[in-house]
């Protein structure tokens, strides 16, 4: 299967219910509601640009899209988690019980996920002026030995009298230095032992009602400070409020169901912003619940909006596949598209169905995405020839922000270098991917593009996949697209997809609007 390579697939799923025509018919009714062949606003003068994000570029893509209104007028989210805060309440959950984790995904993919996240947000169990990541009096050094290292005692409500030492420590199973926590000593061998807690000062001690990982009103919290141990003097205590540590404020910003709630979000008659939510059933990372949240949030919303929420259906072309026909896969069953977003409920990790059928779910999500954004977009089909083909290439820009080249994979139409069609540009999708895909692997979605053009079913567009990687003085790692918190792991990662736009869009031929221009570059 194509996209094996990208085998986060089978460990972020999610869960939700699809959307269904309001006028009664749908999957299972004899009678379809018309449909446009295209929604396209002529009189749309910004950029027709559209944002992919995929496993945990998800909450990067969407921060920017609906953080930015206007600059993206179609998202698609798939496969990720949508809220860094949500992310770090199952943080949370696992430091309380370090020993106890669940068997999938394993302890080294959690490990190095969570060192990612930290390296990207910041470290929120403790205050180090000397590092955003490590806690304290620890430096990355500190792990080379193998051994553990004994320091000061730390104040938490496992050592509220400050008695037990603090140390660094490896995980048994996976052999990783958890180099982000530390433990208490509480046997004063010089180690941690199986059930000696992690020391957490993520924030004062609360009674956490609906169990959502965050203090709401009403709920009853201890004014102790984010140390949870009353008279130390630390961090906010007997302020008469609750506080959380100061290095969690960026995890609390992350977090897009926000921005779609925000009255600073315009989704009156000018919102362009189309958004596709991707969910599937199997669910170990526990994001359900976060997709659920902005789902809701949305539906709310838009239901309100001037602009409505209008049904939209793509007739006998898009579905769900249960197996392979040729290179395609077959539809089973149609799909009906609310024109502002989309939310489907697909089966996933099912160890009974044939590898077939995997196959074609795999690829058929991908398509049905690919759909959803043509037909939001501009420009046609009837320009490809048969011997056509679309290019997939690796390239590289120079980052004045990294100070270095930093490579992205472009996807070129079929027919972009022909000199039949040197006058005409291309809308762009730009794609944040996942932690456990390369650019080599995402020339597939460039296949998958190809193959629905050829065959009349989806547009052309320019596809950028911007590289997610993370790599400074050998901490290699991902990126989440964001600047990183933590300045051990490298720099201003979010700053750089300006740049790439910017270079992507004075480079290639970009449709800016939706009569071509007339000063289209090579």
């Keep these: 299967m194509r996209f094996n390579k990208l085998w986060i697939l089978p460990a972020i799923l999610l869960l939700w219910i699809g959307l269904g025509c309001d006028s009664g018919a ?42 930015h209104p206007g600059k993206f007028n179609v998202t698609l989210a798939m496969n990720g ?17 370090f020993d106890h984790w669940p068997t999938e995904p394993s302890r080294a993919e959690r490990l190095l996920a969570m060192r990612d996240f930290l390296a990207a947000y910041g470290n929120p169990y403790y205050q180090n002026e000397d590092s955003n990541y490590y806690p304290p009096e620890v430096v990355a050094d500190s792990y080379t030995a193998g051994e553990p290292l004994v320091l000061p005692p730390l104040y938490s409500p496992d050592n509220p009298d400050g008695t037990y030492d603090s140390v660094t420590f490896f995980d048994d199973e996976s052999g990783l230095a958890v180099d982000f926590w530390l433990a208490h000593d509480l046997n004063g061998n010089g180690r941690r032992d199986p059930g000696e807690p992690v020391i957490r000062q993520l924030h004062e001690p609360f009674v956490d009602t609906n169990q959502n990982g965050d203090r709401d009103a009403g709920e009853a919290y201890d004014d102790f400070g984010v140390d949870g141990v009353d008279g130390t003097g630390d961090y906010g205590e007997g302020n008469g409020q609750f506080d959380w540590n100061p290095n969690a404020a960026a995890w609390r910003a992350a977090n897009p169901a926000d921005l779609a709630a925000s009255a600073a979000l315009d989704l009156t008659a000018g919102y362009q912003n189309s958004v596709y939510l991707d969910a599937l059933e199997e669910d170990p990372w526990g994001f359900n619940e976060q997709i659920e949240l902005l789902a809701d949030t949305l539906e709310t919303r838009l239901s309100g909006a001037e602009s409505g929420v209008d049904d939209f259906c793509i007739r006998n072309r898009l579905g769900r596949y249960t197996g392979l026909q040729g290179d395609y896969p077959v539809l089973t069953e149609p799909l009906w598209f609310p024109e502002k977003y989309f939310l489907d409920l697909l089966p996933g990790g099912n160890p009974a169905s044939s590898i077939a059928a995997s196959d074609a779910l795999q690829i058929g999500r991908f398509y049905q995405a690919l759909r ?24 590289s820009f120079y980052s004045e922000v990294l100070e270095k080249e930093v490579r992205f994979g472009v996807g070129f139409p079929a027919g972009y270098f022909n000199e039949i069609s040197a006058w005409k540009s291309y809308p762009v999708v730009y794609v944040f991917h996942d932690r456990h895909s390369t650019l080599a692997d995402w020339s597939y979605l460039l296949a998958d593009q190809g193959d629905l053009a050829h065959r009349k079913l989806a547009k052309q567009a320019l596809l950028i996949v911007l590289d997610g990687s993370r790599d400074a003085d050998g901490l290699a790692g991902y990126s989440h ?18 740049e790439l736009m910017e270079y992507v869009e004075t480079t290639f031929r970009v449709q800016v609007a939706y009569h071509d221009r007339d000063d289209d570059e090579d």
């Design 481 to 498: 697209y964001v600047n990183q918190a933590a300045t051990e792991f490298g720099g201003a990662y979010g700053d750089v997809v300006d």
């Design 26 to 67: 749908g999957p299972e009714g004899n009678e379809e509601p018309f449909c446009e062949d295209q929604i396209i606003d002529e009189d749309f003068t910004g950029g027709y640009r559209a944002i992919l994000g995929f496993g945990e570029g998800v909450i990067p893509a969407l921060r920017l899209s609906l953080g």
């Design 372 to 395: 959803f954004l043509s037909l939001r977009m501009p420009n046609g089909t009837n320009d490809i020839h048969k011997e056509d083909s679309a290019i997939w290439q690796i390239r």
């Design 81 to 97: 988690p949508t809220s860094a805060f949500a992310e770090l309440s199952q943080i949370d959950s696992l430091a309380a019980d």
